[in-house]
């Protein structure tokens, strides 16, 4: 029985509910809120639709203890105000609120954590809730690795599909193309493909104003997160040993960063360890110290 938790069902939690329900991605799903009537209403409405058969468990954290994924999706309860230190300040209040229910509940599965920023959130989630680092992860770069594949579609006309490679390091900061890792069809971008001679600052350069208008028209980006969690979830019921560039505890750089790691039904497995450039390096270390900082501030 695949059953999966949500925590947080505002704009990103209901979304991928949603989701998970009209894709029959689940057989239980536990949805949990500050707002019991969000919750009552949120299952209301799932439990109503077409060809659901599945379990929706509402408000009960002991319930929990079963669940394969729990999802944390937390955010702002006014998200037409955009993000700020309130805004973040209210989303660490919300980990520290529900610590207790998660450890009393025996959680023994693998967290999401969808909440922004990212990695740094991660990081404190995984302290706050003392779970082992390998069974806890977010989707850092994971849009960002979206949306420059679709660039350097756009630029050299090819399908996305045939665009490989990884953004690392801070989501919605300090982002870290690793060029030596993209490729369309097997061939490095650093060639001429298709007569297109590709200028790596430019691609980024689209890739971050795709980005910047999704998130700023569409409802915060929730579509596109809520996707890409969807197929972590998959590689993680399913045990598939993706690669997938997530935010994972890096040994290396001793925090919570956007690394690619093989994912398994316990959480994170093997990291993709490529020779990065040395740009790239200092940038992984800037990337790095911005999300501690952002990790102390969060301890108070």
């Known amino acids: 029985m695949r059953t999966i938790g949500i925590i947080g069902l505002q704009q990103l939690g209901t979304t991928l509910a949603h989701l998970l329900v009209a894709t029959n991605r689940v057989d239980r799903l536990i949805l949990l809120d500050e707002d019991d009537q969000l919750a009552l209403g949120l ?13 929706v468990v509402v408000q009960d954290s002991a319930a929990l203890k079963a669940a394969d ?3 944390v999706a937390f955010d702002h309860r006014c998200p037409s105000q955009g993000a700020g230190f309130k805004q973040v300040d209210e989303i660490v209040g919300a980990v520290t609120k529900w610590a207790q229910a998660v450890k009393e509940s025996g959680f023994g599965g693998v967290v999401l954590n969808l909440a922004a920023p990212n990695e740094a959130l991660t ?13 806890v992860l977010g989707t850092g770069t994971i849009t960002d690795t979206a949306y420059l594949k679709q660039a350097v579609a756009a630029t050299v006309e090819q399908p996305a599909s045939a665009v490989s490679g990884y953004v690392l390091g801070q989501h919605g900061g300090n982002l870290v193309p690793i060029w030596s890792s993209i490729r369309v069809n097997g061939r490095s971008i650093e060639e001429p493909i298709n007569g297109h001679h590709v200028d790596t600052a430019k691609l980024l350069v689209n890739a971050q104003k795709q980005a910047y208008l999704v998130t700023t028209t569409v409802g915060q980006g929730s579509y596109t997160l809520c996707s890409w969690a969807l197929a972590i979830i ?14 994972v505890f890096q040994p290396q750089y001793q925090c919570y960063m ?22 790239e390096e200092a940038q992984l ?3 790095a110290a911005a999300i501690k900082t952002q990790l102390t501030a969060m301890q108070g």
Not at 123 to 135: A, H, Y
Not at 258 to 279: D, E, H, I, M
């Open 43 to 55: 299952a209301d409405d799932l439990t109503a639709s077409p060809g659901f058969s599945g379990q």
């Open 69 to 71: 994924v729990l999802v």
């Open 123 to 135: 990081g404190f989630l995984q302290q706050e809730w003392q779970l082992p680092v390998q069974r």
């Open 234 to 247: 998959d590689v993680l019921l399913k045990d598939g040993g993706a690669v997938i560039p997530v935010a």
């Open 258 to 279: 956007s690394f690619p790691v093989q994912l398994t039904r316990q959480g994170v497995g093997n990291f993709w360890l490529p020779k990065f450039y040395a740009l």
């Open 285 to 287: 270390k800037v990337a």
